[in-house]
Structures are given as structure tokens and as C-alpha cells.
């Protein structure tokens, strides 16, 4: 079947890091600004975790910002809505010092276009974990035009999260693809090669593999940038 899809993941594989690093940078600078605003900072990670929690365990009923707000909000009470402008400006603002945690690679935006060689869409299937703006972010930060993306999964447009198949059937009825006609493209075997049970193909990009149930990975196409640069002519 014709590939007419090339969907990849974001962080680790696009933009290079450490994810760990990434996320104990993140929560800190996010724990800082909202102590300006009475949030206690021992207890804020572990709730913004519970929250992200309820977002990744959505079953379709709601978008994964409502889904994640219901859960903040049940432990802040409603007041906690009136702090979105704080969480807007961290994410404008003190966010973008994050960027001096990850890396950068040229071939991301080389592999991004020859994606889209031949008229294929190319899908930016990012964990819809974030609100746009801290996405799009991420996406300057990798050295890419978020225009590039057909679709870009976020947290206001998604109902669903990784390692949920449903995330990525999602994707196929908003792209009008069917699965045996993406390919998905990421760093995590758990989160992105699981795309393969509805039969898309995939392509384990090992520059910073995350493995955390040390599946045996032998069976996917995998590699580098150069690797993954030859596996996309394959395509055609």
C-alpha cells in the first residue's frame, strides 16, 4: 500500500535530549514561577504528575486539556483556572530556557522534508502532553517551520495519549489515512513502535532510544538520521 503519511515523534527523536533532563529542568523552572503565586513547590511536581496522569489515561470523552484542568482543579479547587495567565507566561517566557537542555541536530529538518517528497503529509505525533505554545517551542527549537506539519498533536486538539493506539487512530481520521498508510517515525518503543500493532509501518530512530521495558527491539527498522534518511527513499 501507498505511504500518503510520515507522522514523528518530537522530543528525542526531531529534538535531541536527555528526556530525563529535559523534565527535571521543565518541572523546576515551572515549580519556581508558581511558588510567585502560592503553589508549594514540594507538592506541585507531584500534581502537575497526577494531572498529566489523567491526560494519558483519557479515554476519548474529552480533550486531554480538559481532561488534565479537571484533574488540577479537583486538587486546587476552581481558583486554579485563574492562574492560566501564569501558566501562559512561563510557557512564553520561562520556558524557553529549556531549550539550553536539548540538542540539535541539522538532519531533523532534512529528514522532515524528504517526509514530504511525493506528496506525503507529514505529521508532527508529538505526546499531546503540552498546550500548542510550549510545542510550537519545541518544534523553533529543533530548527523546524511548525508550517512543515500538516497536523501538530497537542494537548487542546487531542483525546487521546501515547502508548493509547487510539492516539494514533485519531491522527489517521483527522489525516484521512489509514494506519497501513503512515509510517511513524520515533525514539520510544514503548510510546511510538506500539503505532505497528495497527499496522503502520515504523522506524525506531536510536539516537536517544528510550527502552524503559527493554523490549527486544531487533524487529523494527532502526538507526540514525542517516539510516532513517535512506529507509524514507525506500519508501517511494
Known amino acids: 500500500m501507498t505511504i500518503k503519511a510520515v507522522l514523528f515523534d518530537l522530543d528525542g527523536t526531531l529534538l535531541p535530549m536527555d528526556y530525563d533532563k529535559f523534565v527535571h529542568g521543565y518541572f523546576k523552572l515551572l515549580a519556581k514561577k508558581l511558588a510567585g ?7 506541585l511536581v507531584d500534581n502537575i504528575w497526577k494531572s498529566t496522569g489523567a491526560m494519558v489515561m ?25 492562574d492560566l495567565p501564569v501558566f501562559e507566561d512561563f510557557y512564553a517566557n520561562d520556558f524557553q530556557q529549556v531549550q539550553s537542555i536539548c540538542g540539535f541536530d541539522a538532519a531533523a529538518k532534512e529528514v522532515v522534508e524528504l517526509a514530504g517528497e511525493n506528496g506525503r503529509k507529514v505529521i508532527l505525533a508529538t505526546n499531546p502532553l503540552f498546550p500548542s505554545i510550549a ?79 527493554e523490549q527486544d527491539i531487533s524487529k523494527y527498522p532502526q538507526g540514525g538520521y542517516e539510516e532513517l534518511k535512506v529507509f524514507l527513499k525506500d519508501l517511494d
Not at 493506539?165 to 489517521?172: A, M, Q, S, T
Open 37 to 43: 503565586v502560592g503553589y508549594d513547590p514540594e507538592t
Open 58 to 82: 483519557n479515554d476519548g470523552s474529552m480533550k486531554n486539556e480538559d481532561a488534565f484542568w479537571a484533574a488540577f482543579t479537583k486538587i486546587y479547587g476552581e481558583k486554579a483556572l485563574g
Open 135 to 213: 510545542t510550537e517551542s519545541r518544534v523553533r527549537w529543533a530548527g523546524l517551520d511548525k508550517d512543515a506539519f500538516e497536523l501538530i498533536t497537542t494537548y487542546e486538539n487531542s483525546s487521546y495519549c501515547k502508548p493509547n493506539p487510539k492516539y494514533y487512530v485519531e491522527i489517521c481520521e483527522k489525516i484521512g489515512c489509514q494506519p497501513e498508510e503512515c509510517v511513524m517515525v520515533g525514539n520510544d518503543v514503548n510510546e511510538d513502535m506500539i503505532a505497528e500493532t495497527l499496522g503502520m509501518k515504523v522506524f525506531l530512530l536510536t539516537n536517544d532510544l528510550i527502552n524503559k521495558k
